[in-house]
């Protein structure tokens, strides 16, 4: 079974696979994670960056650092509907941008797509594109637009065209186009609250659509840190708050993707170099039959076991 923007990964271990059976929500199957990183290593890295002529952000790590976490972990590319797990034939990562930073301003959401290959340079680029396409008095027209029109509708004809919306979502018929538009079906949704001078938070994941994982950037704050003389010396911290549908991936695959992301964090050279795309159609669908095969004949593999096992207790008793 296929969807629109992904195929149900049958190939998953059993116990994995109930989970969405257990728990159906995804407040219900929410994890939080922090991960505290430490700012001298970001600052290092964007000023040597800086003397050859490339600037970087805050920002451009945090998103290029996701990107290569997903490329190279690539079971956090997945998403549950409907009680079942799926591949995710993209990685699209969303974020609010605020047309100006005032309290009554305008806010959409920004939808960028990505194939797993990424370097920090083609992060930075297609970033700076979608910021200034969202910003100041530009509008987004896909995703404001569409909103506004659904808004003119009475309240009673609204509420059931999300209701048919769920539906469709749920059994797998809704239109690509709206999941193209919805700002709810993407890898990953990011929240820049450093941007507004505030810390990190663990925001839920939505309940409707299809998103993972949401990652809140905090501010930076003094601390106490580590230097590599093992001293304790005063330094800053910026923590990132993570909130996880643990129904995608087990425990020991989050807890090392974690460290992973840590790293990255905090060794942004290691996002310099492109590496091999992991996420098309194609990509996907090749990779989910080679697992399908595999899973095939480690099913085949435990029944010959089973059976050979049954035979060698019966022949056992006949000897007593």
């Not at 919805?182 to 990953?188: E, G, L, M, Q, V």
């Not at 310099?272 to 099913?299: A, G, I, S, W």
Request: glycine share 4%; proline share 2%; aromatic share 12%.
């Amino acid at each position: 079974m296929s969807r629109k923007d992904g195929k149900w990964a049958k190939y998953i271990y059993p116990m994995l696979q109930m989970t969405p059976h257990i728990m159906p929500h995804r407040w219900d199957s929410a994890n939080y994670a922090r991960a505290d990183v430490r700012c001298d290593y970001l600052d290092r890295f964007i000023a040597n960056q800086a003397e050859k002529g490339e600037h970087f952000t805050y920002n451009d790590i945090l998103i290029a650092a996701i990107v290569r976490m997903y490329s190279e972990r690539i079971q956090m590319n997945r998403f549950v509907v409907g009680n079942k797990i799926y591949d995710r034939y993209d990685l699209t990562i969303a974020f609010a941008v605020k047309k100006v930073l005032k309290d009554n301003a305008s806010e959409t959401v920004v939808k960028v797509n990505f194939d797993g290959s990424e370097s920090i340079f083609d992060v930075r680029d297609k970033l700076k594109a979608a910021f200034e396409d969202n910003s100041g008095s530009k509008v987004n027209d896909d995703h404001d637009l569409f909103m506004n029109k659904l808004l003119k509708l009475p309240a009673w004809l609204l509420r059931f065209f999300m209701s048919c919306v769920r539906w469709a979502d749920r059994h797998n018929i809704l239109a690509g186009s709206l999941v193209e538009l919805s700002p709810f079906h993407n890898s990953c949704f990011v929240t820049f609250l450093k941007s507004i001078k505030c810390d990190f938070i663990y925001h839920h994941v939505y309940e409707f659509g299809t998103t993972g994982l949401f990652v809140a950037m905090g501010k930076e704050k003094k601390a106490a840190i580590v230097n590599e003389a093992n001293e304790i010396i005063p330094g800053k911290v910026m923590t990132v708050g993570l909130t996880m549908d643990e129904r995608i991936a087990d425990g020991l695959y989050y807890a090392n993707t974690l460290r992973y992301f840590t790293t990255l964090m905090s060794r942004p050279e290691m996002l310099l170099k492109r590496t091999e795309p992991k996420f098309t159609k194609e990509l996907v669908n090749e990779r989910h039959d080679r697992l399908m095969e595999e899973n095939r004949q480690y099913m085949r593999e435990i029944k010959e076991r089973l059976k050979r096992e049954k035979k060698e207790r019966k022949a056992a008793k006949k000897h007593k």
